[in-house]
């Protein structure tokens, strides 16, 4: 029993969408983009996969899904997603299922709020807003992961410098991606530079777009030390889908497949109050899982999609993959091994640093590890010359929360 | 200097986030919190603190717990410089947060005091920290850790 990701799409626009849009039509576009992709109806869905509002989507799509899936544990949660359909098709209760991600993070100042799908406010009897950041002026992401940075430099003798070449290595994949957001500079090129209040991106440009040095990084604003701005994922609009099949389904698809050779997940916390060790994640568990079910291991991939939040995410991701010794995550990056050209291409799209993150990347993640491994990653609208690799296997792993959960892919091209 | 430096706020000058206590669970904290006491939650089953307090230990999963007047005292395990603020935090940047491991066991998250924010490298990870707590309201006192090393 197998299954395979057949199709993935993007919504019409990501990035910085200059008009604004909602998280529902993010969703909603990239459903019926994956869906015209793989030559299908929507009404042959028969598994539905998304944080939290599944639900609503089936109704807005009309369809009534007989397995519904609401899995919401942060950017990890697409990774789950693909976990929890594989699962439910080699069950065989299904054997179409969409995964969906719609998230509004730019569009969102624009609209004050509305438009998000995000809920109201949170339960101030929980132990973590009795106890937690909010209490002491910790917001949000950067200033909870900036303390996993100090850590691991104090306790394996990382610098920030080691940490910022991955912010450069990525940027170079950015490069070769006109939709990413770090594409190239403003007024670099001939094009104008962008009016006050006007972020840009893509080819329009953007002030902090286009290649960069480590000194860069360590010279860009300090947001919450040791994270410096360049350290740290973009907040953007975007929608992406994907769609699972059974193996006997899996061919009859327009699109080719990409197969799920191994999948899992694992947490190691909730909040960062209760994170053991601030130098490692639950990815350890994760793709140990995954790495048994594919009956392959770290030597076995040719690239990897690894979710970078921030450098420091991505850093202690690559050790806990088991690509790197412990405490030398950064090292995947050095010497161009990750870049264009090198010999494990790592964010082939340009990361959630330099080419899209709405809030939860996992999504981008899949999307990209499929054109790469179906060979469509270089279709004249998602990538030119230099962004297709030779891979025929991936490992893909989604951190979601406060470094709190993870969910780990290994995927293989069809041969 | 930065106003965390300074000692404890009075109620009136509080202008931090205020946390409801849970009075199903926490409330024993809370209560020692005004006396200016550190109060622990600890398994009688497997003898370990634990923190966040529960109804269930997370070591050894007995619901047997007791609360105990803890030293106050504990050591950075990690910190940050937070550039950025919102509310009554937005007047005091830049100002370090921290993870302490506590003198008995397991760890709490909190504002530094006793530290120069200006210079992050200055601050160091194992300094001593002893707890104190602001007048918040009436009823809540919220702890902070300062360094005394």
């Not at chain 1, 030559?39 to 109704?59: C, D, K, V």
């Not at chain 1, 010279?219 to 350290?231: A, E, G, K, T, Y």
């Not at chain 1, 004249?380 to 891979?391: F, Y």
Request: proline fraction near 5%.
């Amino acid at each position: 029993m197998s299954a395979a990701i057949v199709a993935a799409a993007e919504s019409d626009k990501i990035g910085y969408i200059e008009e604004g849009t909602t998280a529902l039509n993010l969703h909603i576009e990239a459903i019926r983009n994956v869906c015209a992709e793989a030559g299908i109806s929507p009404a042959e869905i028969e598994g539905i996969f998304a944080t939290n509002h599944s639900n609503m989507l089936a109704e807005y799509l009309g369809i009534h899904p007989k397995y519904i899936d609401t899995t919401s544990v942060g950017g990890c949660s697409f990774q789950m997603h693909v976990h929890h359909a594989m699962a439910a098709i080699n069950a065989g209760i299904i054997d179409i299922a969409v995964v969906s991600h719609g998230e509004a993070g730019w569009s969102a100042r624009k609209n004050q709020g509305k438009g998000t799908l995000r809920g109201g406010g949170g339960d101030p009897w929980l132990p973590s807003a009795q106890f937690g950041g909010d209490l002491y002026g910790s917001w949000g992401a950067p200033s909870a992961y900036a303390h996993a940075l100090t850590r691991h430099m104090h306790q394996w003798g990382s610098t920030k410098e080691d940490f910022a070449n991955i912010a450069v290595a990525t940027r170079e994949w950015a490069g070769l991606n006109p939709r990413a957001v770090m594409y190239r500079k403003s007024g670099e090129g001939g094009l104008p530079e962008l009016p006050e209040g006007d972020a840009g991106g893509g080819e329009k440009g953007h002030p902090f777009g286009g290649p960069i040095t480590v000194q860069d990084v360590l010279d860009s604003r300090m947001i919450v030390w040791p994270l410096n701005l360049l350290d740290i994922c973009l907040v953007t609009d975007h929608g992406g889908a994907v769609l699972i099949a059974s193996a006997e389904k899996a061919r009859s698809f327009r699109t080719p497949p990409v197969w799920i050779a191994g999948a899992g997940e694992s947490q190691s916390h909730a909040d960062m109050l209760e994170m053991g060790d601030f130098t490692a994640t639950s990815a350890a568990a994760s793709s140990e899982t995954a790495y048994r079910m594919a009956g392959m291991g770290p030597s076995d991939m040719e690239m990897a999609m690894i979710y970078d939040s921030f450098t420091v995410t991505a850093g202690i991701t690559a050790e806990m993959l088991g690509l790197t010794p412990r405490g030398e995550g950064p090292s995947l990056w050095a010497n161009g091994n990750a870049s264009p050209g090198g010999k494990f291409p790592v964010n082939t799209n340009g990361g959630g640093l330099s080419f899209s993150h709405s809030g939860m990347y996992g999504m981008m993640l899949l999307v990209e590890a499929y054109r790469q491994l179906s060979g469509t990653a270089e279709d004249g609208i998602h990538g030119i010359e230099g962004k297709q690799t030779d891979a025929q296997s991936a490992i893909v792993n989604g951190t979601g929360g406060l470094l709190s959960v993870t969910g780990t892919l290994v995927l293989t091209a069809d041969v | 200097m930065v106003a965390t430096d300074e000692k404890g706020a009075g109620m009136a000058d509080y202008n931090k986030p205020i946390p409801s206590p849970d009075p199903y669970v926490t409330q024993p904290f809370w209560d020692g919190a005004k006396e200016g006491k550190l109060m622990l939650p600890r398994c009688t089953t497997c003898n370990k603190v634990h923190w966040y307090p529960r109804i269930l230990c997370p070591f050894c999963h007995s619901s047997s717990i007791e609360w105990f007047e803890a030293s106050g005292e504990g050591f950075i395990h990690t910190y940050a410089v937070q550039n950025r603020a919102f509310g009554g935090w937005a007047d005091e940047t830049p100002y370090a947060t921290a993870y302490i491991d506590l003198k008995e066991g397991d760890r709490m998250f909190t504002a530094l005091r006793g530290v120069d924010a200006e210079n992050p490298e200055s601050i160091k990870i194992g300094a001593k920290v002893k707890i104190e707590f602001d007048e918040a309201s009436e009823d809540v006192f919220v702890p902070y850790w300062r360094v005394v090393d």
